[in-house]
């Protein structure tokens, strides 16, 4: 894997307007004041940013707003410091590269948040609501979806706005932010939720972490009331990690400050709630929910896969492109030996085309009659790409020893990319790359098993690959 700059914007984003009259300062570093009126956050750097107007085009246009880092710059104290929330995130192991992403994750949760207050306000000009009053419907009007930790700052943020600024009492001000706060988990390794250093922490967003250990505080009051004497259960639920260098748990606080919480499957929205937040799920059973992820069929279906898209409406119109619920009715086609046997021709007809393709591209010939056996995640340890090269050198190694005995001919196909700083996922891709190299040019093993390390792999790759119809998918992360 060899990576390169990719200046995406470098003619613009046809998507966005410019409103540079919305110019949002961000503050970082600094020291907080304490007086009878309140906190007040001090001495900070500032950096400014602009706000881009957009669409979402799908089957009805979405108008939505976003910022973007690096729109605009204006910076006070340490120029060199505040500009850098514009470059790629160094390799997060140092110090340094962990204050760059923190501060990245920080500059769009603050400047989005300004704009979201920004534009409530204005949705409430001339109103005779006093100011303890106003927010009082904010959790009707805004709901903040947080898509991993990786915003979690958003909390704090929301906090310091309504309490530092706007005067609320901290138990309203709690209140609102945790109606407006929904939280979607990706993950269930532990060691892949986000975990910020409290000196970093400290250093970067000092009120912030004085927030955090306030709500920490009253969370875990709460946990005393419910358990009295149980040590070890306050421990497992902090916000704030005691062991070795204090660390703030993104996760945990992500769900104390959210309404609900949900994983993207059934099976994954499960193992949240029993096994990774148990504890949490104990405390309030019907915050946990699970929200399946889905897909639009305008691309995996009608797109990329016009032969599927075609059949399907002929048995059951084309209104299933803008309801998808509509497809339960091929449930009435389950036994049609018809239907079943136009299904397999249009997925052979795929396979063919991506086997010339893969052909093409890695002059590796593919039988397009094997079974395509798919791992296509980011390569990382626990998404268990090493696993299965192991497991292709398994198969390998029989066929070598026993060329005659029966195999059905498989085609193993994996895809991913590794973070730029992460070392052995780099090595496995190595890996992947030399396994295939042996297996595809032996001529004992043949058209028996083939191995293909898609690179650069992207949307437009897996539009080739999707309508393939992957007989078998490795699903082995931890």
Not at 312 to 337: M, N, P, T
Not at 434 to 446: F, H, K, L, R, S
Request: hydrophobic share 40%; aromatic share 8%; charged share 25%.
């Amino acid at each position: 894997q060899v990576e390169e700059a990719d200046d995406w914007l470098r003619h613009g984003n046809p998507w966005e307007k410019a409103r540079p009259e919305y110019m949002l300062p961000v503050h970082f570093y600094g020291r907080v004041e304490h007086t009878a009126a309140g906190a007040k956050w001090v001495d900070t750097q500032v950096r400014a940013t602009a706000a881009g107007a957009g669409e979402a085009r799908g089957a009805h246009a979405v108008p939505r707003g976003r910022m973007r880092a690096g729109a605009a710059t204006r910076a006070a104290g340490s120029p060199g410091k505040a500009q850098r929330c514009s470059v790629p995130p160094l390799c997060s192991q140092f110090f340094e590269g962990k204050e760059l992403r923190l501060k990245q994750e920080y500059f769009v949760v603050a400047a989005t948040l300004q704009d979201i207050i920004r534009r409530f306000k204005a949705s409430k000009f001339g109103s005779t609501e006093s100011v303890r009053t106003v927010f009082d419907s904010f959790p009707d009007q805004v709901a903040i979806q947080l898509n991993d930790t990786h915003p979690a700052m958003a909390i704090p943020e929301l906090m310091r706005i309504f309490v530092d600024i706007e005067k609320l009492p901290w138990s309203k001000a709690w209140d609102i932010t945790k109606q407006t706060f929904a939280y979607t988990n990706h993950t269930v390794l532990p060691e892949a939720l986000e975990r910020w250093p409290v000196d970093l922490v400290e250093k970067l967003l000092p009120r912030h972490l004085q927030i955090i250990y306030e709500i920490n505080q009253k969370h875990l009051d709460h946990i005393v009331s419910l358990f009295p004497n149980d040590v070890d259960r306050l421990r497992r639920m902090s916000l704030i990690e005691e062991g070795g260098t204090k660390r703030i748990n993104m996760a945990h606080l992500c769900i104390v400050g959210s309404h609900a919480v949900n994983g993207v499957a059934k099976i994954h929205s499960e193992i949240v709630k029993t096994q990774v937040f148990e504890d949490f799920a104990a405390l309030e059973p019907e915050k946990f929910q699970n929200k399946t992820n889905g897909i639009t069929p305008r691309r995996w279906l009608l797109l990329c896969n016009p032969g599927l898209a075609e059949l399907i409406a002929e048995k059951i119109g084309e209104d299933y492109v803008r309801d998808l619920s509509q497809l339960a009715k091929l449930h009435e086609f389950v036994d049609d030996d018809l239907f079943i046997r136009e299904v397999a021709k249009v997925k052979q007809e795929n396979k063919v085309k991506f086997a010339l393709y893969l052909e093409k591209e890695y002059k590796v010939k593919i039988n397009p009659s094997s079974m395509f056996d798919v791992h296509v995640k980011r390569i990382h340890e626990y998404k268990r790409q090493l696993m299965n090269c192991l497991h292709i050198i398994t198969m390998y190694n029989r066929i070598r020893r026993d060329p005659a005995k029966p195999f059905v001919p498989r085609t193993v196909i994996i895809g991913g990319k590794a973070a730029p700083g992460y070392h052995m996922a780099k090595m496995i891709i190595k890996l992947i790359n030399t396994v295939a190299q042996v297996v595809n040019n032996d001529p004992i093993v043949g058209s028996k098993l083939k191995v293909i390390f898609l690179e650069n792999y992207r949307v437009s790759l897996a539009e080739k690959g999707s309508p393939c119809g992957t007989r078998c998918g490795e699903g082995i992360s931890t």
